[in-house]
């Protein structure tokens, strides 16, 4: 009975360490570090959550109400050099996509939209051969 109990102990143990070396998302950090990446001109509105639960969820989406005669900017931070595979893209209320973070093959650290009608807007996260599946995102307006 003793050497089931320290097996059973051991069982846990070994659980409970394997399962705490996971590396946990943690996008509020990479949205902190994404508002200083704002262009020059640019007032911090909102930051998203980039959290894909390593590759379970494969798309995240927001809603904003943008303002007409109003730049806009989403600014992607996430490991590495570039978005590590995070795709943004917007969409106006009618779901049209107006502008996107990736064209010709090219993943670009994030987008400036000039918004031209008032209205609801959506956003959208997704994946392209991400490796963490997490990240931290900021929108910024000017007028």
């Known amino acids: 009975m003793k050497n089931i109990v320290i097996l ?3 069982l846990f143990l070994a659980i409970f360490i394997q399962h705490g ?9 990479y949205a902190e570090s994404c508002i200083s990446k704002l262009g020059d001109g640019f007032t911090f509105l909102k930051s998203f959550k980039i959290d894909g639960q390593g590759g379970s969820k494969s798309k995240i989406e927001y809603s904003y109400v943008f303002s007409k005669d109003t730049q806009y900017s989403i600014n992607i931070c996430a490991d590495g050099s570039n978005t590590d595979g995070i795709i943004v893209n917007m969409y106006d209320s009618n779901r049209r996509q107006v502008a996107t973070n990736f064209a010709n093959g ?28 997490c990240g931290g995102s900021v929108l910024g307006f000017k007028r």
């Open 8 to 10: 059973l102990n051991l």
């Open 21 to 29: 070396a996971v590396a946990e998302c943690d996008p509020d950090e």
């Open 106 to 133: 090219k993943f670009y650290d994030g987008l400036d939209y000039p918004c031209s009608a008032t209205g609801i807007y959506y956003i959208t996260f997704t994946f392209e051969n991400s490796t963490k599946h």
